[in-house]
């Protein structure tokens, strides 16, 4: 079994930054990648960023120059650096494994913090 356990939503002013963390814990042998995807109100689901084991990076065009992923293997956690912030950012944000867990590998899934960008 794993668990994917975020922490550092919240509600913060257009222009500010956020935080975000994820740490992956369980029965891991190893992880492939771990990113970020966000869903907002009446929306799809929609990739933010990702991070592969080999530190290869990925971002949606939205936040690009704005959003920095990294991740700290050693602790199998990964995190989301979010700078400029605009409303548009508001979602509830999910943290993503692709992780091997025997018998299987699959996709895992954190349970959601909520981001708000607001005045």
């Known amino acids: 079994q794993v668990q994917l356990v975020e922490s550092g939503g919240g509600l913060v002013q257009p222009g500010g930054s956020l935080r975000l963390s994820c740490a992956a814990s369980?029965?891991?042998?190893?992880?492939?990648?771990m990113g970020w995807y966000r869903q907002a109100p009446g929306k799809q689901r929609e990739r933010v960023a990702i991070?592969?084991?080999?530190?290869?990076?990925n971002y949606a065009d939205s936040v690009k120059g704005r959003f920095t992923i990294s991740s700290d293997n050693a602790k199998n956690t990964v995190y989301l650096q979010m700078d400029s912030l605009k409303p548009e950012d508001t979602a509830v944000y999910y943290c993503?494994?692709?992780?091997?867990?025997?018998?299987?590998?699959?996709?895992?899934w954190g349970q959601g913090t909520q981001v708000t960008v607001s005045s």
């Open positions: 993503y494994g692709h992780i091997s867990a025997p018998p299987t590998s699959g996709d895992y």
């Open positions: 369980g029965s891991i042998r190893s992880i492939n990648a």
């Open positions: 991070v592969t084991s080999g530190g290869r990076t």
